[in-house]
């Protein structure tokens, strides 16, 4: 079955902090893979996403991914964090880039001062 | 600013009702999906249009219907409303233009059933 499992509901970092959050991914063919953010009364936003090539992948607002075909994993980072970063994130993973989006169930983000 | 919109923001209805929500979306994204998104969970994929035909669908009943316009606006139809039907629903358009083609979602239609 394909599925994305985002292991961590909800994660509490101190502003300045690194960050980390975890995707698991289950899927058939080549995934392509997607990480989106979304804000109280927002739409989701999309930060990066990987097709193929180079498994780092540069996204926008600071944060960055690694593809890690081996782990099925596609964990999202970034090295310094913003209050302003406090959302929640959600992991995707789609057959090409059709917009017919398999999602995790999101990690909320919350940013100690 | 993603250019896609949706109305109404918010909407209450009752069990057994049928609800229309609208969404627009920029010139040229002639690629539409829907997604529910109950409270607490990520997005489900409910289906896509693409140029007004159906173009894939998960795995929701047929009492979820949609159409999708010339104009670039599209609706999500929902018949005998359940109350496990209330969440977000978020439309997406793309832009399949070369480099961009990324799919830009709207703020969403929260619906409530009672």
């Known amino acids: 079955a394909q599925s994305v499992t985002q292991p961590d509901i909800h994660i509490t970092v101190s502003e300045g902090a690194s960050l980390e959050l975890r995707c698991n991914y289950s899927?058939?063919?080549?995934?392509?893979l997607f990480w989106y953010v979304q804000s109280p009364g927002q739409g989701l936003q999309l930060l990066l996403k990987y097709f193929s090539g180079d498994t780092l992948v540069q996204g926008i607002k600071g944060f960055e991914a690694e593809f890690k075909r081996s782990q099925s994993s596609f964990n999202l980072r970034k090295p310094s964090v913003h209050w302003s970063d406090a959302a929640e994130y959600f992991c995707a993973v789609g057959p090409g880039n059709t917009g017919k989006l398999i999602f995790g169930q999101g990690t909320t983000l919350q940013v100690k001062p | 600013e993603t250019g896609v919109t949706q109305s109404p923001t918010h909407l209450i209805k009752t069990r057994g009702q049928q609800v229309t929500l609208r969404c627009s979306s920029q010139?040229?994204?002639?690629?539409v999906s829907w997604y529910q998104q109950a409270l607490g969970q990520g997005p489900q994929f409910i289906f896509q249009y693409y140029r007004e035909e159906e173009n894939g669908r998960g795995n929701f009943p047929p009492r979820f219907s949609g159409l999708q316009f010339p104009n670039y606006s599209s609706e999500l139809n929902v018949n005998a409303l359940e109350l496990d039907d209330s969440a977000l629903y978020l439309c997406?358009?793309?832009?399949?233009?070369?480099?961009?083609?990324?799919?830009?979602f709207g703020p969403g239609t929260r619906l409530t059933v009672l």
């Open positions: 997406a358009s793309r832009d399949t233009s070369f480099p961009t083609d990324t799919q830009y």
């Open positions: 010139s040229g994204h002639n690629t």
């Open positions: 899927y058939g063919a080549t995934p392509y």
